[in-house]
C-alpha cells in the first residue's frame, strides 16, 4: 500500500463549478500538508500547506486535513479555465523528505 | 523569487551513454533535490543533498550518481543510460527550516528519453 493514494483522474468539469480534491494516507506521523500545482511542461509549484487538523483559506482555494480520517481536501471555488493542471498532495516527514501523491489533473471546461 | 533552473528541457539519448544532468538554484539554499516523475507513480525521490559534497541517497537510487561541489549546483549522473530511465527528472530545493517544515521550489524538469 502506497503512504499516500491519490485518485490520477482525469477529473473534468464546468467553468464556475465547484472541485474538490482528495488524498488520503496511512502514515500519522506526517505533520505538514501541501497541495502543489503543476501546470504542462512546467514543475510543481506550491499552492497551499497546512500544518495539522484543520482549514486554511486563500483566495479561491480551501485546504482541509482531518487527521483522524488521514485524509487531506482541496476545494477550489468557481473554478476557472486557467485551473486547469495537475494537483499533487505532498507530506512532510521531516525537514527532508516529501511524500507526494500521484496527482489528479482537474480539466476545466469554458 | 526562488529560480531553479535545469540545463536541459529535452534530451535524447542513446542506451549506455552517460548522462549529465544540471541544476542551479540561486536563494542559497542549503537542500537540494532530484526526483523523476512518471505516469501513475508520481514523483520519486532518487537523492538529495543537504550541504555541499553531501548527499543522501532517496527511493530509488539504483542507476544514478550525484554530486554536489558547489552549493548552488547539483548534478544527476546516469552512468550508463537504459530504456527504463526514460522519464521526467525534476530537480528541487529548499531552505533549512524549522520543524518538519519542508518547501521546496521545483525547475521545470528536464524531460529525457533513452533510446
Known amino acids: 500500500q502506497k503512504e499516500v493514494e491519490q485518485d490520477p483522474g482525469p477529473l473534468s468539469v464546468p467553468e464556475g463549478a465547484i472541485v474538490s480534491l482528495n488524498c488520503t494516507y496511512s502514515?500519522?506521523?506526517?505533520?505538514?500538508f501541501m497541495w502543489y500545482r503543476q501546470y504542462s511542461r512546467k514543475g510543481p509549484e506550491l499552492l497551499m500547506y497546512?500544518?495539522?487538523?484543520g482549514n486554511k483559506e486563500d483566495g479561491r482555494f480551501t485546504a482541509q486535513v482531518d487527521k483522524s480520517s488521514k485524509y487531506i481536501s482541496l476545494f477550489i471555488r468557481d473554478s476557472q479555465p486557467s485551473d486547469s493542471a495537475t494537483y499533487l498532495c505532498a507530506m512532510s516527514v521531516s525537514s527532508y523528505k516529501l511524500i507526494f501523491g500521484s496527482g489528479t489533473r482537474l480539466l476545466v471546461r469554458p | 523569487d526562488v529560480k531553479v533552473t535545469q540545463s536541459s528541457r529535452y534530451l535524447v539519448k542513446r542506451t549506455g551513454e552517460k548522462v549529465f544532468l544540471e541544476c542551479v538554484q540561486d536563494?542559497?539554499?542549503?537542500?537540494m533535490f532530484w526526483y523523476r516523475q512518471d505516469p501513475g507513480l508520481g514523483l520519486r525521490l532518487i537523492y538529495f543533498?543537504?550541504?555541499?559534497?553531501?548527499?543522501e541517497k532517496g527511493d530509488i537510487p539504483e542507476g544514478y550518481s550525484v554530486s554536489r561541489e558547489k552549493k548552488e549546483r547539483f548534478s544527476l549522473i546516469l552512468e550508463s543510460a537504459s530504456t527504463n530511465q526514460t522519464s521526467m527528472y525534476l530537480c528541487a530545493s529548499s531552505l533549512v527550516a524549522g520543524g518538519n517544515y519542508n518547501e521546496q521550489f521545483f525547475g521545470p524538469g528536464t524531460r529525457l528519453t533513452v533510446l
Open positions: 497546512t500544518y495539522s487538523s
Open positions: 536563494m542559497d539554499h542549503e537542500n
Open positions: 502514515n500519522s506521523a506526517f505533520q505538514y
Open positions: 543533498s543537504y550541504d555541499v559534497k553531501m548527499k
